[in-house]
T-cell receptor, first 113, second 109 residues
Framework: DGGITQSPKYLFRKEGQNVTLSCEQNLNHDAMYWYRQDPGQGLRLIYYSQIVNDFQKGDIAEGYSVSREKKESFPLTVTSAQKNPTAFYLC????????????FGPGTRLTVT | QKEVEQNSGPLSVPEGAIASLNCTYSDRGSQSFFWYRQYSGKSPELIMFIYSNGDKEDGRFTAQLNKASQYVSLLIRDSQPSDSATYLCAVNTDNDMRFGAGTRLTVKP
């Protein structure tokens, strides 16, 4: 089955710890994205990547980091510098770029206390 | 700042009725438009996309685009309780995708 997987589904961390969220796709899509969703708000773009070993900051990149060493994988690290990390994190991919239809993984709900 | 606006709802319709969801956008140059359905606690699922003015139909769903008035709408015919979800509008302008906050739809049996 082709698709996007994210793990884990739920993640709990103590304040001050870095945490890495996994995102893998086997759709052979070039572009991958990380969004954050907070209650009552639209999706906000954290980072995106259109090609291996290259990525760009989105609107809210501060306190986050990413890597794109393989086409299939785009992990997101939430660092201790992120002031309000508790949120629902969504990974997406599209064939070429942001103008294409984006398909989402199941999401990771991160709670930091 | 490119903006995408949706009425947050909740929009409540009886089963079998037509649900009409609206979305306005600020950039007149926007090229492509998408509707996603998001069930509570789940990730968004793409329902429809539309690029040209007019209507695009897919089963019980119709997307309508009016670029002159800068709005895009989604009609759901014969609404079912399983259509109860939040519907997100997304607008692409020069490879910059923006999402609205969504409209919560409730279909009552």
């Amino acid at each position: 089955d082709g698709g996007i997987t994210q793990s884990p589904k739920y993640l709990f961390r103590k304040e001050g710890q870095n945490v890495t969220l996994s995102c893998e796709q086997n759709l052979n899509h070039d572009a991958m994205y990380w969004y954050r969703q907070d209650p009552g708000q639209g999706l906000r773009l954290i980072y995106y990547s259109q090609i291996v070993n290259d990525f760009q900051k989105g609107d809210i990149a501060e306190g986050y980091s990413v890597s794109r060493e393989k086409k299939e994988s785009f992990p997101l690290t939430v660092t201790s510098a992120q002031k309000n990390p508790t949120a629902f994190y969504l990974c997406a991919s599209s064939i070429l770029g942001q103008g294409d239809e984006q398909y989402f993984g199941p999401g990771t709900r991160l709670t930091v206390t | 700042q490119k903006e995408v606006e949706q009425n947050s709802g909740p929009l409540s319709v009886p089963e079998g009725a037509i649900a009409s969801l609206n979305c306005t956008y600020s950039d007149r140059g926007s090229q492509s438009f998408f509707w996603y359905r998001q069930y509570s606690g789940k990730s968004p699922e793409l329902i429809m996309f539309i690029y040209s003015n007019g209507d695009k139909e897919d089963g019980r769903f119709t997307a309508q685009l009016n670029k002159a008035s800068q709005y895009v709408s989604l009609l759901i015919r014969d609404s079912q309780p399983s259509d109860s979800a939040t519907y997100l509008c997304a607008v692409n302008t020069d490879n910059d995708m923006r999402f609205g906050a969504g409209t919560r739809l409730t279909v009552k049996p």
